[in-house]
C-alpha cells in the first residue's frame, strides 16, 4: 500500500514536471507572421506595407490568426461593398474639406521640436502651407522628398511651411534621423488635427496672407504643381 501511494505521488509529481516543461516550451516560442504580397507571393513586412501603401484604393490587409503562435497577413483585394463604402467616405472627406475653403483658418498655438512657438494668427502677411501627416503613414512618409523640393522652391520669408502631426515630439526625432523633413514639424497636436476635421492623412492646406483657407486637399499625384499654383496665385 505505502509503496503504490509513493508510486501515484511520484507520477503526479512526474506529470507536474511534464507539464511545466512543455508550458515553457510553449512560453519560449517565438510569434511566427507569414506575410502574402498583392501577388499572393511570400513577402517581408516591408514589402507588405508599401504594396499597401501602392495599392490603397484597391486594396486591404486580411489579417488571419492560427493558433497562438500563428498569424498569416494577405494584401487582397477589398469586396465590393467595400468600394461603395470607400466612395461614399471619399465623397464626404471632399465635401467637408470643401467646406472650409474660403474661410478663415482656425487659429493654433503649438511649439516646434526646438521649442520656439508658433501662433498661426501671427504669420498673417505670409503664405502659409499645412500638412496633416504622421510618422507611420506611407503616403506622408513618400511625399516628402517632392514636398522637401518645394520648401527651398520659396523664400522662408514670404512662404511658410508648418507640418502638424499627433506624434510625440521624441518620436518625431527619432523618425528623423531617418527622414529628413525640411518643413517645421509641430508635434503633440491631436487637438488642431480634430480642428481641422482631418480625415485622412496625409491632408494639406494653403492658407493665404490673411489667414483664409485657399486650398484642401489629400495626396494627389500631382500635389506639387497643385501646390504650387494655389502659392503663387496667393503670393
Not at 10 to 24: G, R, W
Not at 90 to 110: D, H, Q, S, W, Y
Not at 152 to 175: C, E, G, P, Q
Amino acid at each position: 500500500m505505502i509503496i503504490k501511494k509513493i508510486v501515484s505521488v511520484l507520477f503526479v509529481l512526474f506529470l507536474c514536471v511534464f507539464s511545466f516543461a512543455e508550458a515553457q516550451e510553449v512560453s519560449q516560442k517565438k510569434p511566427i507572421v507569414i506575410c502574402y504580397d498583392a501577388e499572393g507571393k511570400l513577402a517581408s513586412l516591408e514589402k507588405l506595407n508599401a504594396d499597401l501603401a501602392t495599392f490603397v484604393e484597391t486594396h486591404i490587409l486580411s489579417v488571419t490568426s492560427y493558433g497562438k503562435d500563428t498569424t498569416v497577413c494577405k494584401v487582397v483585394k477589398k469586396p465590393r461593398e467595400m468600394f461603395v463604402q470607400d466612395s461614399l467616405a471619399k465623397a464626404k472627406r471632399i465635401e467637408v474639406l470643401n467646406a472650409m475653403i474660403g474661410k478663415p483658418a482656425k487659429n493654433f498655438t503649438l511649439v516646434d521640436l526646438n521649442n520656439k512657438k508658433i501662433e498661426l494668427s501671427k504669420l498673417k502677411g505670409k503664405v502659409v502651407v499645412v500638412n496633416f501627416w504622421f510618422t507611420g503613414c506611407p503616403p506622408c512618409i513618400e511625399e516628402i522628398p517632392e514636398l522637401n523640393k518645394l520648401v527651398t522652391s520659396y523664400n522662408k520669408s514670404k512662404v511658410k511651411f508648418l507640418a502638424i502631426t499627433f506624434d510625440k515630439a521624441d518620436t518625431v526625432r527619432d523618425f528623423q534621423k531617418n527622414h529628413d523633413f525640411k518643413f517645421q514639424i509641430l508635434a503633440d497636436a491631436k487637438k488642431i488635427t480634430e480642428d481641422y476635421n482631418i480625415m485622412l492623412y496625409p491632408t494639406m492646406f494653403v492658407i493665404d496672407k490673411s489667414g483664409i483657407i485657399r486650398l484642401a486637399i489629400n495626396s494627389d499625384k500631382n500635389l506639387v504643381g497643385i501646390l504650387k499654383g494655389a502659392i503663387s496665385t496667393y503670393l
